[in-house]
């Protein structure tokens, strides 16, 4: 099932998670909603921020300054505005970018820090973290879900497909099948896999689905400093790299995966925020034993989390928020070539929406799930069910 490496108390996580896919909620879920997500978010934040200024620090002697971000319009003016490079791609993207900003996603939200150093013609940015946006990360969770039973489903059908070849006496391969009766046999196999999950019977492997990224950090690095830079990050304390990722092509930057072992005394010593103690007041938390509950809550969970580095030229960070490869169609394009779009995938996505979602309400109760997955639905419906989380009235009022 699902493991959020960047997270504490990651198997309560997948456990709730795999006993809302089987309608399965209870009603401890919704205290436990509440510490999962915003003391995770809480601890992240605070361990991003150490982890990053100690790995700028490695590549820059001159001080930092950071600047909260929550649009991507920071990010993307902050590239724009120092540019310490210059060559006709370079010229193009930027030339793009200031004729007609509003075609780059400025107001996507982005939940983050920008990192500067003071340069000769002002601040220069070296880079940025950020934390992955629960609608992100929901969709996220939904799309490896989605995946892993889409594969179950497609073998399912291939078996139904092995049946009929053996019964016809011909090998599979010279199985001729009209089209009309694949999707019959795609449909079937998933009304049974939809039957499974209705009964309480396992429908996934024992595959364990990870997700690394919650938490990131982005660093522009000219490429001759690169593998220098790798090595330092090798040494810096309470670090390991674990996974190493090159990418070339449209979008040439390294990948790593970073076990990081927080100090998790000095980061739980400072008390919340007031934000999040009226956050937590809300969902019923007593604020004046928030912060004990906080401590409590890392220092019971696990010694490490896992974090992704970024290196990547200026040229590089032009293209992944101005060019060909914009973060932001990337996640378009996902959303449109998604192999499965069926009942079970549309259900799946809003029920994870629906986890955060619940978090970020101000309801303290549980209740029953909103959805089965195994029924069906209209998107009119999860409108409706957000809509009453979050008490919007309804336009619509008949008298």
């Not at 649009?71 to 120092?82: F, G, M, P, S, T």
């Not at 193009?92 to 150093?117: A, H, I, Q, W």
């Not at 999860?382 to 009453?388: A, K, N, R």
Request: hydrophobic content about 40%; overall charge negative.
């Amino acid at each position: 099932m699902i493991t959020i490496t960047s997270y504490l108390h990651r198997s309560a996580l997948q456990h709730l998670i795999r006993r809302w896919m089987y309608h399965q909620a209870d009603p401890a879920d919704a205290e436990a909603i509440t510490r999962l997500v915003h003391f995770n978010n809480a601890f992240v934040s605070r361990y991003l921020k150490c982890f990053a200024e100690q790995l700028f620090g490695q590549l820059h002697a001159a001080p930092l300054v950071a600047r909260a971000s929550t649009r991507k319009a920071d990010l993307k003016d902050a590239i724009v505005n120092h540019c310490p490079t210059r060559n006709p791609r370079i010229e193009e993207m930027l030339s793009g970018y200031r004729v007609e900003p509003g075609k780059f996603y400025r107001e996507t939200p982005f939940n983050g820090l920008l990192y500067f150093v003071q340069g000769v013609d002002g601040p220069a940015i070296v880079g940025s973290s950020r934390i992955k946006r629960s609608r992100r990360l929901g969709e996220k969770i939904a799309r490896r879900i989605i995946d892993q039973i889409y594969t179950s489903i497609k073998d399912r059908a291939e078996l139904l497909a092995r049946d009929r070849a053996l019964r016809a006496g011909v090998p599979v391969a010279s199985l001729i099948t009209p089209p009309e009766e694949m999707i019959a046999e795609f449909l079937g196999a998933e009304s049974r896999l939809l039957e499974d999950l209705k009964m309480g019977r396992p429908i996934l492997t024992e595959e364990n689905l990870v997700i690394q990224d919650v938490a990131g950090v982005k660093v522009i690095v000219e490429d001759d400093r690169r593998v220098r830079l790798v090595e330092q990050i090798a040494l810096l304390d309470r670090c390991q790299i674990v996974e190493i990722e090159e990418h070339r092509g449209k979008y040439n930057a390294v990948n790593l995966i970073v076990r990081y072992t927080p100090d998790r005394e000095a980061l739980t010593a400072a008390s919340l925020s007031t934000a999040m103690g009226e956050r937590m007041g809300l969902r019923g938390y007593d604020p004046t034993d928030l912060q004990r509950q906080f401590r409590q809550f890392v220092l019971t969970a696990e010694p490490y989390v896992h974090l992704e580095v970024i290196l990547c030229n200026y040229q590089e960070m032009l293209e992944s928020e101005l060019g060909t490869c914009m973060h932001e169609d990337r996640i378009e394009q996902q959303r449109i070539t998604q192999q499965y779009n069926g009942q079970l995938a549309r259900n799946i996505e809003f029920l994870i929406a629906y986890l955060f979602a619940f978090a970020a309400s101000t309801r303290t109760e549980m209740g029953e799930l909103p959805i089965r997955l195994w029924d069906r639905y209209l998107p009119d419906y999860f409108d409706e069910v957000l809509m009453g989380l979050y008490g919007i009235p309804r336009v619509e009022i008949m008298e």
